[in-house]
């Protein structure tokens, strides 16, 4: 019987074959690792991060044509002081892409959205605390303007407005209004129309700033005792404006537009108005203010500062017309109280700002005592307000004085039944300052 081949060799080539095959697949797939998935060549590669200002980082999310790509209508808020302070909290933090989505597409441009950009590398701060304030009222209760007023910024580049606009029950950004970037010019207004040009002169009365607060308004229909009266009225009876609606709109015509000035003392316990009208002159000229209604300011200022003696004001008309400065005097003195002296400050201020200026001082006295003594006193009350006007740095040659004695009284020295009226004399203790030049 011949001799079967063996099958030894079958059988290792098999075992061979089965171990070869278990260890290729322990290599492809071992614990905890996943196999990675075949690269695909032409897949196309991400360009690298884009150098800005000299350091590798990804192009950010608020560049200004994503901002513009990306816009909706704008957020509608009840509350518009709650939409602008959003606004600004967004601005503080630099995220523009917060700022677009606020504002909406109607009221971003692509250069506005290139000029927050450049607002933001500066690292905008809002200044603490009123920065976010309200201007006052474009139309009557459909449009309205706000500030947000920027800390660090010079004069002039400190200030963004957002213009609102009422839709139904909600507000929405209308219209944004930036500072000049640098290397622009800046006018005195940042705004041309009557509301900032109104904004813009109680602001500079706010800040004590004569001259600037004259540049807005119409010479031959408000004085600089308006103004300057209007100065002092502000920083004797510490008002400042009111924070809801400070200007409200009164009546609208094409060329001329009145504003309710609402004011309020520096603890907001107090409040009190008065009205402010501008015109617009021919173009190209910009609107002035054309007309100043202190009437229920002084009453308010009589009634809190003065004692509640509605006539002892410091602002007066005069018997030739214009207004008038009176700086009140206590019985027998010529000596000036603080009050009168800051009154003063303000004038020297007036004065020394243009050199070409003069005024005349008229001393006045009630009319207890001799003709002669009163004469000789309302002189020397005249020449007391001279010398610390000559010692704050106004030139003799700028001022002329005259001595009025009794004979010109504001209010009657006695009652219409001959008694004695102590309010009356009070209110003419003073010395008059006519600044209508």
């Not at 990675?36 to 800005?52: S, T």
């Not at 400190?158 to 930036?178: A, C, H, M, P």
């Not at 004085?223 to 409200?248: H, V």
């Not at 537009?257 to 015109?279: C, H, M, P, W």
Request: charged share 25%.
């Amino acid at each position: 019987m011949p001799h079967s081949p063996s099958r030894l060799p079958y059988f290792f080539l098999g075992l061979a074959a089965l171990l070869a095959i278990s260890a290729l697949v322990m290599l492809i797939v071992r614990p905890g690792v996943n196999p990675e998935p075949p690269v695909d060549r032409k897949q196309v590669q991400q360009a690298p991060p884009e150098k800005i200002d000299g350091i590798d980082k990804p192009i950010p999310p608020e560049d200004p044509e994503t901002i513009l790509k990306n816009l909706g209508v704008g957020v509608a808020s009840v509350d518009p002081a709650d939409l602008v302070n959003q606004i600004a909290k967004a601005l503080e933090a630099g995220d523009l892409a917060a700022v677009g989505k606020l504002i909406g597409k109607d009221a971003m441009d692509p250069q506005t959205a290139e000029r927050l950009k450049q607002l933001s590398a500066n690292h905008v701060k809002v200044r603490q605390p009123d920065g976010v304030r309200e201007v006052g009222e474009l139309e009557l209760n459909a449009r309205t303007r706000w500030a947000l007023e920027l800390d660090g910024q010079e004069p002039g580049r400190d200030r963004i407005f957002l213009d609102l606009k009422r839709n139904g029950q909600k507000w929405s950004v209308e219209k944004v209004t930036l500072p000049p970037a640098a290397g622009e010019p800046v006018p005195k207004a940042v705004l041309a129309d009557s509301l900032g040009i109104a904004d813009a002169f109680l602001q500079a009365v706010l800040h004590q700033d004569f001259e600037f607060a004259r540049a807005f308004v119409d010479p031959k229909t408000v004085s600089d005792a308006k103004i300057a009266g209007l100065c002092i009225l502000f920083e004797e009876g510490e008002y400042r404006m009111r924070k809801t609606k400070p200007l409200r709109a009164m009546f609208q015509r094409p060329d001329t537009v009145g504003y309710l000035a609402n004011v309020e003392t520096g603890d907001g316990k107090q409040s009190a108005q008065f009205t402010i009208a501008l015109r617009q002159p021919p173009a190209p000229s910009n609107w002035i203010v054309s007309e100043i209604n202190l009437d229920q300011l002084l009453a308010d200022y009589a009634r809190r500062v003065a004692g509640g003696d509605v006539y002892y004001s410091p602002l007066v008309k005069n018997p030739s017309g214009g207004d008038t400065l009176a700086l009140y005097f206590e019985f027998d003195e010529d000596v000036m109280n603080p009050r009168t002296r800051r009154q003063l400050e303000i004038v020297s201020m007036i004065l020394k700002a243009d050199p070409g200026k003069k005024i005349t001082l008229s001393g006045h006295t009630d009319s207890l005592g001799t003709e002669d003594y009163n004469n000789r006193l309302s002189a020397r009350r005249a020449d007391a307000v001279r010398d610390f006007l000559n010692k704050a740095g106004v030139s003799a040659a700028q001022i002329v004085t005259v001595a009025k004695g009794a004979s010109q009284p504001r209010r009657p020295n006695v009652t219409e039944s001959g008694d004695d009226n102590p309010d009356g004399r009070r209110a003419n203790r003073r010395t008059e300052i006519y600044l209508d030049f």
